[in-house]
């Protein structure tokens, strides 16, 4: 059931942070065949990790010392990513930064379009988020339907002081009013690309690729990893 | 998955480690402040009892209003149905009403499966004579998954779960040999011989007659109730017997392995197969199965009905 393909034909204004290649189902790693061009290398480990960084300087400086932040990353890559912010903010100004996963699935507004998936784990550190500022965490940043989703979901868990986003690619195409707080790059894409991210925590190494998609293939929007978009 | 949950021997391994993993993830919603999902917002779930029951109902009616769908309870008693009603019109009725999902029990074997090829709507079995009763397979298996430390994508292999009891009328039993024999685990029936069904030579199960030699070699024993109301001869000579020779007492509680737990689908007839100071005891997971049952069907109503209607 959470394996099946796509319901054909992508709806209008479904379209998803897209993270892995189209006809690619499952959660895990394998890279997808590459369909008609080879896929370019728009971030290497080096600058994704320079880019993660700058963005756990700015999170410090924009919240004054990060004291009352909350990291929740959005299954799958945004939980290893905000794994990597916590440690890095950590570092600076030493003392540990609660850190968690917040998955969205039960909040997201095309469920009756596909097949009903797995869940991914929600995982709110034992201090909660009230009155704290949550720092939402994802890899791609493309329709904003997730991040509204994961919106919603905070609204179940509490009330935090004020949420903010951080995203490694912010792909554009935005189907909503949000923007992200935090960007490690911005890369203008044609809605036909896919933006696949890769991490070593779920793919074995760091890389962002960008895919063309074949012309005759259907457009295909992202979300592909079966979860989330 | 199928669009209908009749039968536990219809689920795959993949399709029972997918509902217990949803199952994981759905309980902590129980920990919240908030304990409700918008994810079934506008979709109605017909509980359709036409046997008595507390807890199931009850389970399934918290799990669907967790999930904020719509909920009809659909007593037997002062409906229709009293006045002679088909189950054939009763389900048109139902139809006609837009039910998304039908959670039916019934006195007849196979009154789901009937049910299923007169509504559009998921038919989910909450117990058919003494057929089946898989949610209630699915909160035993998950129960048991958690008791034992076993996490999300981890199955029951390796452990030995002994089945005690009025097998014959139990749809609990019939569905749990299929479950947990699916999940790895090593199945054991222990009951009278007047108390077993014919053919049960077919069930991926063990067959003995005596709990004492079974308890030492049993990590999990479930007891399972006599079921007064649906025997018509006599199958043991006295409740005194039978309480003497396959009842759970604390003397035979001692002869249970260190981490073994005792498991019952309630309600309890207390010093008939159980006796109370065992139903109480620490190893006992009876409330936690009751727990535990909101949100297997919560993960069960999530994915039935939580995707694509067409999803198959």
Known sequence: MAHAAHPPGGQPGTGGDGVTAPGHGGQGGTPAPALQATPKTVLEAAEIHRALTRIAHEIIERTRGAEQVVLLG????????????????????GRPLPHGSLDITMYRDDLRLRPARGLGPTKVPAEGIDGKTVVLVDDVLYSGRTVRAALDALNDLGRPLAVQLAVLVDRGHRELPIRADYVGKNLPTSQREVVRVLLTETDGEDAVLLEPVGDTARPRRGGVTGRKR | MNRHLISAADLSKQDALLVLDTAEELARVADRPIKKLPTLRGRTVVNLFFEDSTRTRISFEAAAKRLSADVINFAVKGSSVTKGESLKDTALTLEAMGADAV????????????????????????????????????????????????????????LRVSIVGDVLHSRVARSNVWLLHLLGAEVALVAPPTLLPIAIDDWPCSVSYDLGAALPKSDVVMMLRIQQERMNAAYFPSVREYSRRYGLDTARLRQLPDEAIVMHPGPMNRG???????ADSPRSTIVEQVANGVSVRMAVLYLLLGGLEAAQ
């Open chain 1, 74 to 93: 959005i299954p799958t890559r945004g939980v290893p990513l905000a794994a990597r912010l916590a440690d890095r903010i950590t570092q600076v100004e």
């Open chain 2, 103 to 158: 959670v039916v029990r019934h006195s007849a074997s196979g009154a789901p499966h009937r049910l299923a090829g007169w509504v559009r709507g998921s038919v989910i079995n909450a117990g058919d004579g003494a057929h089946e009763h898989p949610t209630q397979a699915l909160l035993d298996a998950f129960t048991i998954r958690r008791r034992f430390g076993r996490g999300s994508g981890e199955a029951l292999d390796g």
């Open chain 2, 272 to 278: 008939v197969e159980i006796a109370a100071e065992v």
